[in-house]
């Protein structure tokens, strides 16, 4: 089974500039997750989609981060304009979680270690 | 809103030497449990779950966890680790309202040989 696939792994940008991150979850999960994980501490959630439907999204900078999930399976998350402090790790994640499996686990991708300089 | 309470963020052991690290979570309804692994330079791996029934969930690599409802817990341990189990570990619940995964701050744990 091919697991949750992230694109690019790095990236290194100046401050003000933008970024694109990419996920294509595995096939028929219905949840897909993006976590932010700065050095040193645990993923904290960013936005969670159910299908093609946000399902949270209460802790993403909405100022400055976006996410889309159009047709319901691969995932793009945007930083427009980048600031220092957005460099982290940002991970993708999925999970069959639909209303009658809900418990399911969560796989992870590799990431995508985003440098802001 | 849920939390989870990691008590350590460091632990260095000898190996052969006993594991065992706190978890605590916040959420008054049903709930999964898990532990994820960070091995160093690569992705997060499950270690163990918990859903439902015997509190006491075996993962791999020799690790169980309890699932102490009455204290919002669920410990992970080992009862003899090995320089291989030198990783970062980090404990998640997800409530069964909204589904949402929530992670603790992870604790680091360094086995010298």
């Known amino acids: 089974e091919a697991g949750v696939a992230q694109s690019p792994r790095y990236k290194i940008i100046e401050k003000r500039q933008s970024v694109a991150f990419w996920c294509n979850p595995i096939s028929g999960h219905a949840t897909l997750y993006w976590y932010q994980q700065i050095l040193g501490q645990g993923p904290k959630l960013l936005i969670q989609?159910?299908?093609?439907?946000?399902?949270?999204d209460s802790q993403l900078p909405k100022d400055r981060f976006s996410a889309e999930r159009l047709k319901g399976v691969d995932s793009t998350l945007k930083i427009q304009p980048a600031k220092l402090e957005d460099s982290a790790v940002y991970l993708c994640?999925?999970?069959?979680?639909?209303?009658?499996?809900?418990?399911?686990?969560?796989?992870f991708g590799q990431g995508t270690r985003l440098t802001v300089v | 809103a849920q939390s989870v309470s990691q008590h350590n963020h460091h632990v260095i052991l000898s190996e052969a030497a006993s594991l065992e690290l706190g978890c605590n979570y916040s959420y008054g309804g049903t709930v999964n449990l898990f532990w994820y692994v960070q091995y160093p330079g690569q992705h997060l791996q499950l270690l163990l779950k918990?859903?439902?029934?015997?509190?006491l969930v075996k993962g791999i690599k020799g690790f169980e966890a309890e699932f102490i409802k009455s204290k919002f817990s669920f410990n992970l341990r080992k009862p003899s680790v090995q320089w291989s189990d030198t990783a970062e570990y980090f404990c998640a619940v997800r409530g069964a309202a909204g589904n949402k995964l929530t992670f603790g701050g992870g604790t680091r744990v360094l086995v010298k040989p």
């Open positions: 989609f159910q299908n093609n439907g946000v399902v949270d």
């Open positions: 918990y859903f439902s029934g015997d509190p």
């Open positions: 994640a999925s999970s069959l979680g639909t209303g009658n499996s809900w418990d399911t686990e969560a796989f």
